[in-house]
């Protein structure tokens, strides 16, 4: 069960780390389009290239640290309540989304790292998947916002450090 906090917005750590957490996965998905060739290279004990294989590892490497702080920074402080205004089954499916969004920034920068450390081929295609899954909710996670924002009009968007 999620704790509840009185406040009507996130603390000011919180609000660094998800905007923090989301820059980096942007990023890094933007640079990945080498990473196959990349790991092939890897695999096979060939120099890089260049330097953006590095740059992705370490990156994927912090978003898993950073998400690790974000979630035991939610344990500790809680998250702001759901407006009273919000039907049910959207507040249910906010939180489902919010958790399918913290677990696939576990499980795609772990099954990364498995892929490059450990030397598993065979998680990177995982990973690639578990990546393209979080796009894909974390752009309904931003819809969501928007939507609550201009048509709900809720202030959504503000309780997450936007000044609308």
Same mark, same amino acid.
Not at 21 to 45: E, K, P, Q, T
């Given at each position: 069960?999620?704790?509840?906090?009185?406040?009507?917005?996130?603390?000011?750590?919180?609000?660094?780390?998800?905007?923090?957490?989301?820059?980096?996965?942007?990023?890094?998905?933007?640079?990945?389009?080498?990473?196959?060739?990349?790991?092939?290279?890897?695999?096979?004990?060939?120099?890089?290239?260049?330097?953006?294989?590095?740059?992705?590892?370490?990156?994927?490497?912090?978003?898993?640290?950073?998400?690790?702080?974000? *979630? !035991? @920074?939610?344990?500790?402080?809680?998250?702001? /309540? +759901?407006?009273?205004?919000?039907? &049910?089954?959207?507040?249910? $499916?906010?939180?489902?989304?919010?958790?399918?969004?913290?677990? *696939? !920034? @576990?499980?795609?920068?772990?099954?990364?790292? /498995? +892929?490059?450390?450990?030397?598993? &081929?065979?998680?990177?295609? $995982?990973?690639?998947?578990?990546?393209?899954?979080?796009?894909? *909710?974390?752009?309904?996670?931003?819809?969501?916002?928007?939507?609550?924002?201009?048509?709900?009009?809720?202030?959504?968007?503000?309780?997450?450090?936007?000044?609308?």
């Amino acid at each position: 069960m999620t704790k509840t906090s009185p406040r009507s917005g996130y603390t000011n750590s919180q609000i660094i780390l998800h905007w923090l957490i989301a820059a980096l996965v942007l990023f890094n998905y933007i640079v990945s389009d080498g990473m196959g060739s990349a790991l092939r290279r890897h695999l096979n004990g060939e120099a890089q290239a260049d330097i953006w294989p590095a740059i992705h590892v370490y990156v994927g490497i912090a978003v898993l640290v950073l998400v690790l702080i974000r *979630l !035991l @920074l939610r344990r500790r402080v809680g998250v702001p /309540a +759901t407006a009273e205004a919000t039907p &049910g089954w959207m507040s249910r $499916l906010g939180k489902i989304g919010h958790w399918l969004i913290y677990a *696939l !920034l @576990l499980v795609g920068p772990a099954l990364g790292v /498995a +892929t490059w450390y450990l030397r598993l &081929g065979s998680a990177g295609d $995982l990973h690639a998947i578990a990546m393209n899954a979080l796009m894909i *909710l974390a752009g309904l996670h931003a819809a969501a916002g928007i939507y609550h924002h201009y048509v709900v009009r809720d202030g959504l968007l503000r309780r997450m450090g936007l000044p609308l």
